[in-house]
């Protein structure tokens, strides 16, 4: 049982920056980062794969957020800049030990361990 803990959200302004880090318990080579807005369906920010040989964002957040993997702290981090309103969501962090096709990594049925999410709130 992989165990995903979460930290780094809050309250920012827009324009503002955040990194939320997820520490893992045992690796898995595919991780991701989902957000749920309430009211809205979670949805895919940012996914890795073996810690770096493949990367993929959601168009949403493309050359804002960073996703990267430090596999000696057991930590994958998502650094967000220019934030804005619409990233207001509950993050979560989210695992699967095995090659999830690019097709499927951005879906939430395709990880089996997830994070408690961390609320990120960007105010005008």
């Known amino acids: 049982q992989v165990q995903l803990v979460e930290s780094g959200g809050g309250s920012v302004q827009v324009g503002g920056s955040l990194r939320l880090s997820c520490v893992f318990s045992?690796?898995?080579?595919?991780m991701a980062w989902f957000r749920q807005a309430p009211g809205k369906a979670r949805e895919a920010v940012a996914d890795?794969?073996?810690?770096?040989?493949?990367?993929d964002y959601a168009y949403t957040v493309k050359g804002r957020f960073t996703i990267s993997q430090d596999n000696y702290k057991k930590t994958v981090y998502l650094q967000m800049n220019s934030l804005r309103p619409d990233d207001t969501a509950i993050y979560y962090c989210?695992?699967?030990?095995?090659?999830?096709?690019?097709?499927?990594?951005?879906?939430?049925?395709?990880?089996?361990?997830w994070g408690q999410g961390t609320q990120v709130t960007v105010s005008s």
């Open positions: 890795i794969y073996n810690a770096g040989d493949v990367i």
């Open positions: 989210a695992a699967y030990n095995g090659w999830v096709t690019q097709d499927r990594r951005g879906e939430a049925s395709a990880y089996t361990y």
């Open positions: 045992e690796y898995s080579s595919t």
